[in-house]
């Protein structure tokens, strides 16, 4: 598959499109030394950088601003780094500006200033995520056991079908690409929901 077509799948928000997008950007940069280390220390996991990137990319149209240069997967990630690097309360003022360019120059994207409080949008992606999961475990617990598996614990499609005794990898991945196209509709569901009081 070519960038142009993957680029094409993750616009129209299509389960193949997000599927390449966990296995090619989420999972490898959450696995990768430089990031893994942060994100323990700061609670974070693959799953709440997927939604992020999903808010992101979807819902605030930033994928829009992809020009095709680099790689679409090289370009994904740098924003899952920010995500990362910003995820520490302590580090507000800072900024990962590997990519960006002062004014827009270069075709990407304008650096900005941070205007909102990274902590609360952390916390209430957290919140927002488990209740995401509670929607799905309530519908059925073994799909929810397979996207915790892949998501929280980094288990294969092997691992995960041999653990769960499940008849094939094919079969695993199929029920997680529900999982994941379930989790952004039930996402809808909460986002506007104020679950702050019970913080």
Same mark, same amino acid.
């Given at each position: 598959?070519?960038?142009?077509?993957?680029?094409?799948?993750?616009?129209? &928000?299509?389960?193949?499109?997000?599927?390449?997008?966990?296995?090619?950007?989420?999972?490898?940069?959450? %696995?990768?030394? %430089?990031?893994?280390?942060?994100?323990?220390?700061?609670?974070?996991?693959?799953?709440?950088?997927? &939604?992020?990137?999903?808010?992101?990319?979807?819902?605030?149209?930033?994928? +829009?601003?992809?020009? &095709?240069?680099?790689?679409?997967?090289?370009?994904?990630?740098?924003?899952?780094?920010?995500?990362?690097? !910003?995820? !520490?309360? !302590?580090?507000?003022?800072?900024?990962?500006?590997?990519?960006?360019?002062?004014?827009?120059?270069? +075709?990407?994207?304008?650096?900005?200033?941070?205007?909102?409080?990274?902590?609360?949008?952390?916390?209430?992606?957290?919140?927002?995520?488990?209740?995401?999961?509670?929607?799905?475990?309530?519908?059925?617990?073994?799909?929810?056991?397979?996207?915790?598996?892949?998501?929280?614990?980094?288990?294969?499609?092997?691992?995960?079908? +041999?653990?769960?005794?499940?008849?094939?990898?094919?079969?695993?991945?199929?029920?997680?690409?529900?999982?994941?196209?379930?989790?952004?509709?039930?996402?809808?569901?909460?986002? !506007?929901?104020?679950?702050?009081? +019970?913080?």
């Amino acid at each position: 598959m070519t960038d142009a077509e993957w680029l094409e799948l993750v616009k129209k &928000g299509e389960d193949e499109g997000w599927k390449l997008v966990w296995e090619r950007v989420v999972e490898p940069e959450s %696995r990768s030394q %430089r990031s893994s280390g942060i994100m323990h220390r700061n609670s974070l996991d693959a799953s709440d950088l997927m &939604g992020m990137l999903y808010e992101e990319m979807i819902g605030g149209g930033k994928i +829009n601003l992809f020009r &095709g240069e680099g790689s679409l997967a090289g370009w994904l990630r740098r924003y899952v780094r920010g995500y990362i690097l !910003n995820s !520490n309360p !302590n580090t507000h003022g800072e900024m990962s500006i590997e990519g960006a360019f002062a004014d827009g120059e270069g +075709n990407c994207a304008a650096m900005e200033l941070p205007v909102e409080d990274k902590q609360l949008i952390s916390k209430e992606v957290w919140i927002n995520t488990h209740y995401c999961f509670h929607d799905l475990w309530m519908k059925d617990p073994e799909r929810a056991y397979i996207h915790l598996l892949k998501t929280r614990f980094h288990f294969s499609s092997e691992e995960t079908k +041999n653990f769960l005794d499940i008849s094939s990898t094919a079969n695993v991945d199929q029920i997680f690409s529900r999982n994941v196209k379930f989790m952004r509709e039930s996402w809808k569901k909460h986002e !506007n929901r104020d679950h702050r009081k +019970n913080i």
